[in-house]
C-alpha cells in the first residue's frame, strides 16, 4: 500500500510560479512511476507529466511542455512538480500518482489506468 499527499496549492495570478510536492509512504517509493494529473470542475482527470521509476525519463502533457517540470527526490519520498507562467486554464485539482514499474511505459504513461495509488488531491486556482 502507497499512501500519498500532495501539498502546495493555492490561489495565484496570471504569470506566477507554484512548486507542487507530494510525499509518499507506506512502500519503498523509488520502485514507482509516479505522475501528475489534473480535474477541473466539469472534465475529465488530464494527464500533465509522469517521471519513470529510475528518473531515466520524463513525458509531459501538451498544454505543459516548456511550463511545468516534474522531478523527484527517492530519499525523501517525494514528488514535485515546478509550474510557471501559471495561465487560468491551469486551474483544477492537481492529484499525484504513483504506479509500479512494470505497469509503466512512455506510451502508459498518460492513462489513469498505468497508476495504482492516488492522492486526495491539492486546489490551484489562477487568477486573471
Known amino acids: 500500500q502507497v499512501q500519498l499527499l500532495e501539498s502546495g496549492g493555492g490561489l495565484l495570478q496570471v504569470g506566477d510560479s507554484l512548486r507542487l510536492s507530494c510525499v509518499g509512504s507506506?512502500?519503498?517509493?523509488?520502485?514507482?512511476?509516479m505522475a501528475w494529473f489534473r480535474q477541473a470542475p466539469g472534465n475529465e482527470r488530464d494527464f500533465v507529466a509522469a517521471?519513470?521509476?529510475?528518473?531515466?525519463?520524463?513525458w509531459y502533457g501538451d498544454s505543459v511542455k516548456g511550463r511545468f517540470t516534474i522531478s523527484r527526490d527517492d530519499a525523501k519520498n517525494t514528488l514535485y512538480l515546478q509550474m510557471n507562467s501559471l495561465k487560468p486554464e491551469d486551474t483544477a485539482v492537481y492529484f499525484c500518482?504513483?504506479?509500479?514499474?512494470?505497469?509503466?511505459?512512455?506510451?502508459?504513461?498518460?492513462?489513469?489506468?498505468?497508476?495504482?495509488?492516488w492522492g486526495q488531491g491539492t486546489q490551484v486556482t489562477v487568477s486573471s
Open positions: 500518482a504513483a504506479g509500479p514499474a512494470w505497469k509503466f511505459s512512455g506510451l502508459r504513461s498518460k492513462s489513469p489506468k498505468t497508476y495504482d495509488y
Open positions: 517521471i519513470s521509476y529510475n528518473r531515466g525519463g520524463t
Open positions: 507506506g512502500r519503498a517509493f523509488d520502485n514507482w512511476a
